[in-house]
């Protein structure tokens, strides 16, 4: 079977640019073709957040975060100026909290040592915190029409189909690149259209082919696509098997108290280093391969207590284990000492959906007996 030829190559792009302009999506960050024909341009700031915001995490989750982070903080130079915390904060439930660090890290360096003004090229955005070859790719062709290859997980399943390329993930992403880069900008220019272009394919990869059930007979590359013709869309891309993600085990202790009519838990900040680094949570054993028993659990408790076991553990799945929480409760008359947060205000906390979790069993056991 032959690949597409490079005749095609022009012919792709072209049809790919004239459905997204038809169809493509209207995201709260990005400009619509027919308004960019306006006028209207792209504000780095405001797509270099939502492509950080964008990474591993789906479009109606990070919009309502986009609109937030924008309201508390309109300009680079707003964001870079708040306190790491606030920023943790707002991020919570978002995951990925490397991002948060680096996000506030890389508006200090736009701020502090470029004038406010994101750079204008793939090669000077990569070396900004946190931005790596996808989003320097996407917001230089995006923002100042930059001649880029954007690729990412959608980009590559559609290559692959359109390519039918053999050789499978992770060894054949060299490979996918190459040839997403030969449609991508043939001229090697700089054009608006390069950003659209980038956009498109996203779209493509997201909303038309999908890894179940592809949408082949609305696919503008349909004409061209090597696995659609041989019917077999969904066995690409090829993937060595990946070994099911290890299981941690350990145990988190919710302590509660009352001031003054208002319900307060412990709280305490991890190491800025690590896993959720700089995040609240609830005071942690350590999460170790093995599970230990109870007794050897509560020697790592933070203060000693009649802690109750409620009957439901938490469940969190990470990129590379699963932990498994046990959940101990207690409530305290005691002065302990740490940071006491009122139940009412968590959302000013930077707490991670895993800590929110644990909250939720702790709080629900509830009735204890005070000592
Ligand atoms: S024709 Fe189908 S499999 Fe091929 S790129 Fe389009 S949606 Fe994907």
């Not at 503008?220 to 659609?228: G, I, N």
Request: with cysteine.
């Amino acid at each position: 079977m032959t690949k597409p030829q490079s005749k095609h190559v022009l012919k792709l792009r072209k049809t790919l640019l004239a459905h997204y302009d038809a169809r493509g999506r209207a995201l709260s960050w990005r400009i619509r073709p027919k308004d960019r024909a306006d006028g209207a341009v792209a504000d780095p700031y405001k797509i270099w957040l939502s492509e950080i915001m964008c990474q591993q995490t789906t479009v109606t989750a990070v919009t309502p975060y986009w609109h937030k982070f924008l309201a508390k903080w309109p300009s680079v130079n707003d964001l870079a100026n708040a306190p790491r915390d606030e920023v943790l904060a707002a991020w919570a439930g978002l995951g990925y909290y490397a991002r948060a660090r680096n996000l506030h890290k890389c508006a200090g360096v736009v701020a502090n040592e470029l004038g406010g003004e994101f750079p204008n090229s793939e090669q000077q955005l990569l070396t900004l915190p946190g931005i790596g070859p996808y989003s320097a790719a996407a917001i230089a062709s995006i923002c100042f029409g930059a001649p880029t290859n954007v690729v990412d997980g959608n980009v590559e399943r559609v290559i692959s189909r359109l390519y039918m390329v053999e050789n499978p993930l992770p060894k054949g992403r060299a490979e996918l690149r190459e040839h997403a880069g030969e449609i991508a900008s043939p001229n090697r220019r700089r054009s608006h259209r390069n950003g659209d272009y980038g956009q498109a394919l996203m779209d493509l990869g997201s909303q038309i082919c999908k890894p179940k059930n592809p949408k082949c007979e609305e696919c503008p590359w349909s004409f061209a696509c090597l696995a659609t013709k041989a019917g077999v869309p969904e066995n690409y891309p090829k993937k060595i098997k990946k070994q099911k993600p290890p299981n941690r085990y350990g145990a988190v202790f919710y302590l509660e108290r009352e001031r003054e009519g208002t319900r307060e838990i412990l709280l305490q900040q991890r190491p800025d280093k690590g896993l959720l680094g700089g995040m609240m949570q609830l005071p942690t054993t350590d999460w170790t391969d093995t599970q230990h028993p109870l007794d050897h659990l509560l020697t790592q408790a933070p203060y000693p207590h009649n802690w109750q076991l409620c009957d439901k553990p938490v469940k969190h799945v990470f990129t590379h284990f699963t932990l498994h929480l046990k959940v101990f409760t207690a409530q305290t008359r005691g002065d302990v000492e740490g940071v006491w947060a009122r139940l009412d205000e968590l959302d000013n906390y930077a707490l991670p959906s895993l800590m929110r979790k644990a909250i939720k069993v702790g709080e629900i056991k509830g009735n204890f007996v005070m000592f």
